[in-house]
Every structure is written in C-alpha cells, then in structure tokens.
C-alpha cells in the first residue's frame, strides 16, 4: 500500500479526483456556502429574531418532537419485521421484502395523497377512527403517520444485514448455559444490534426532519399546529422573504450536520461491534 | 458465463435462510411468540406500506378507466412526463460519471482527506429537498447573486428548465457514487494493477477489468438515481414556479390536481409514478439476486456441510 502511494500503477487519479473535486464544489459545496453568506446579510438580532418567532418555533416543536416519535415507532417496528425477515419463513417473504424499499422508490408527493386518502375523515381507515374521536389527517398525528411511512427502509436495511450476519454459535453456547430466549435476546443479541439500530434511528430521524413531499398533504399546515419547518422556508420564498428562508434554513442545516457527524459515528461503531463478534 | 447463472438459478432454490434458525432449538421462539411477532410486523407493514400502494390503484380508477385514460393523455400530464423524462435524462447520466470517477479515485487510490470527502458526497442525502430548492434560488433567482446578470443575458434558471434539472442532480447526487464506493473498495486493484502491467491502457482497463466487476452495482445505484430523479417533489417544487404545460413535472402535476379537487385525475398521474416505483423495485430485487447469487449459494452450501 506504501509502495502505491509513492509509485501510482493506475491511471486516472488526477483526472478522476480533480473531477470529483470540481464536480462536488459547483453542485455541493458552493450552493449550500451559499446559503450561509445570504444569512450573513441578516444582523444577529435579526438573525435570531426570525429563528425564534413563536410560529417558526412552533414549527421545529413538530418537526422534531413528530420526527423523534415516528424514529422510535420504526425502531420497534422495524427491528420486528427484520427480525421476521431474518428469522421466519412466511409466504411472500420475498414479496415483503422487496416492498421494504417503497418509501424509497415511491415519490414522496404520491405517498402524501395517498396517505391522505387513507386517513382523511372518509377514507378507508380514518372512517373507523374518526367516530372513536382520532383524527389523523390534518393534524399532527398525521405529520407521524406520514413520517413512519418514510422512515420504515431505514430501520429495516440496517438491522436486516447486521442479524443476518449474526452468528448462531453465541445463540448456541448461550443456549447451552442455560439462558431463556428472552435473556439471549437480551444479552446477546440486542447489544450487537444496538449501533445497527441506533444508526437506523437516526437515519430515520434525519430524512424525517427535513421531509416534505409526503407531509404536506396530510397535515394541513395549519399555523402553531400543523406546520413542519421546512415548510416554512418555503411559506418565506412564497413572501419574498429570501433572508428569512435563508436564517431557518441555516438553522435545518446546522442540525443535519451535526446527525451526519453522529451517523458517522455510529456507523463505525456498528463496523467495530459487528467485526469484533464476527 | 450463461450457463453458470442459469444453474445459480436453478441449482439454488433459495433454501429459505431462516429454515437455518427455525430448525434449531436455540436460536428459535416458541410457537406464540414467534406467530405474535409475525402478526405484528406483517400488520404494520401491509397498513403502513401495502394499504398506500393499493390506494393509490384503486383512486386513481374510481371514477372508471376512461377518467383514468383522459387524466394521462392531457396535455398538461404529457408535458409533465416530458418534462420529468428530460430532468432524469440529463441529471442521471451527469451523477453516473460524476458516480464513477468518484469511485475510482477513491478506491484505487490513497490520499489524504478521503474519509471526509466520503462524508461530503453524502451531504445531499441529508439535506432538506426544500434546501436543495433555496440554494438555487439564492444563487439563480431573480434576488439571487447572479439573478441581475441572468437578467441582463435573458437566461432564465429559476422557474424554469434548467433549475428543475439543477435541483435533480442535487438531490440525485450521491446515489451511483455511494453504490460504487464501498463495491470498488472490496474488490481492491490488484486486477486493474495486472492489466496495466499486462500492457492495457487506462480506458481498456476500466471497460474490460472494471466495469465487469461493477456492473450490477452500477445498475443498482442508476435505477435509484432515476428513481429519485423522476420522483422528486420538495426541491423541484421551489425551483418550478408552478408554471403549467411548462415547468411542471409529474410529482408537481400531481400536486395541482390534488389542490384543484381532482382527486381522480391526480391518483391516475400519481398511479404513473407508482408504477414507476414497482417496477425500479423489482430491477432492484432482480438485480441484488444477480449480484449476490454466488454468496448465497456457497451460503447454502456451508449450511448443507455443517
């Protein structure tokens, strides 16, 4: 490996880096350096005045209380259908698990009308839940419906590999000592699954935040209570308020930096924990 | 080679894993928890992701076929599908070169900063849509930096073409590099190293060395890049201007439907999109079989061994 750094046999490397490079920074790297510089035309006063005014504020309380409430929903829901897809065998596995990927493949403007339709006070599920007094659509239990949808793959694609690999022999030895199922899945399963499933978490939560396709239809964007924060980046393009849209944009930013950093972080723990057991 | 792959077909039923756990005593449930972790999970996947899909068929054909038929010879719609089909024709094949020389720089080579450069190139995944709209108008519109200078030339970005098919590569951006990546990596480069020693040049080395061992990987990551690319809905939306039979793709279509009160029409156009997922669902499940069909063969067969 030394010996390539200083002696290159390959062709391409300045070619193919300095595209790479040149190619991120125009589509990448400037743009979003953008958006920073435009925020710097607001003062700090003013810069916090719009990213502290109640409704903005009412905004990121939905955005991230739902987007938290639905990563969990699908942490337990996604580890058991992993867990169903690794384990069991059912008619139509393959079928479910090629389906897995819908949220994926399925546009998120298609998934909000449809999701609309389903939970609407007429739909086919909202007309059972509504005489018991839950509304769903256009209101937040609707923004969490439509961002469990989301959510699901993420959960499930990095659970699914990490139990695959798992090896049955700790299973096994446990077993043999005498441990109930339950103390197994405890003590030795979950905590090798534990960084798959905190990084699926937290992808989950990450596109959860910044969604908007499939949310907007269902919540009703309704001010102080339905309104997502992406949302309202484009209720200040809609008003010309380009340095407002700016502010809370930079504030959405900040915050998917910082889950990308402990994404990173996690995704290497999950390396680390899965390597060493394997 | 042919003959390999049909036996992999063929010589594997696909001897469902889970027999391997099911079999044994210590790495099975009992009976009810295993039927109550079944029920769960397969009840939350057909409400949460079966019961849309099948909605989204059955609207769109509410009101008869000849409603359906109509919504999507409109002009309007026609348009919408031109449009879309432009947008993921250029920004597709833009992110599978940009996806490639990535790879190669990254796998074949050693440099300093790598790691983070990884981490840049995935930026685009957790950024907002409805950013990835914003930064073009900062950059583009009419207020934007070079908006007066757009202005001046009568280049038209914003509410336009172009920036639709701007704000398509970037949330596009990652998905053919991030494939191509970790694939290239495993596969190291001794081979491409012998081929160059062996006489070959660059080019041949990658069209005749490389890219048959990528190919499935490749394939894989375009479906989902046109997958996103046609489907695209926030950061297109901020960029379109809304302007109909103009700047209108198929997922905006949808939207002004739906806004209009058209429920059937937009379930008929959403339905196009819908299908459009199914069937980059099923390439990829054909595709992840192809690549994967040696592995679990040999899979299959330590299991028979042991």
Redesign the interface.
Known sequence: MSASRTFRVLPGFHLTLGYTLAYLSLIVLLPLAAVFLKSASLSAAEFWHVISAPRVVATYRLSFGVSLAAAAINAVFGLMLAWSLVRYSFPGKRFVDALIDLPFALPTAVAGIALTALYAKNGWIGQYLEPQGIQVAFKPLGVLVALVFIGLPFVVRTVQPVLEDLDTELEEAAASLGAQRWQIFRHVILPVLLPALLTGFALAFARAVGEYGSVIFIAGNIPMVSEITPLMIITKLEQYDYAGATAIAVVMLVLSFLLLLLINGLQAWTAKRTGRDR | MSAATTLNWTAAPRG???????S???????PW??WT??G???T??A???????V??FV?ALRKGWETYWSALIHEDALWAIKLTLTAAAISVPLNLV?GV??A???A????RGKHL?I??????F??????AG??????F?A?G?LGPWLAEHDIRIIFAVPGIV?AT??VT?PFVARELIPLMQAQG?EE??AA??LGA??WQ??WYVTLPNIKWGLLYGVI?CN?RA?????AV??VSGHIRGQTNT???H??IL?NEYQ?AA??AV?SL??L???V???V??WVEHRASGGSQSREAHQDAAS
């Open positions: 469902d894993a889970a027999v391997r756990y099911e044994r005593e210590a790495t099975r449930e009992v928890v295993k972790i079944l769960i999970s397969l939350f996947f409400v949460f992701l079966l019961l849309p899909l909605a989204v609207e940009f020389c990535a190669w720089a990254i074949k080579f050693e440099f450069l981490t840049l190139i995935d930026l685009p957790s950024v907002s849509p409805v950013i914003l930064i073009y108008v900062l950059i519109g207020q930096w701007l590569v970037f951006f480069r491409e190293e160059i020693v040049n660059g080395t990658f989902l997958a046609m489907g695209e809905f926030g939306s901020v198929l997922p905006l949808v939207e739906y429920f937009a379930f959403a999109l819908a459009l997922a199914l980059t669902l099923a990829k499940t």
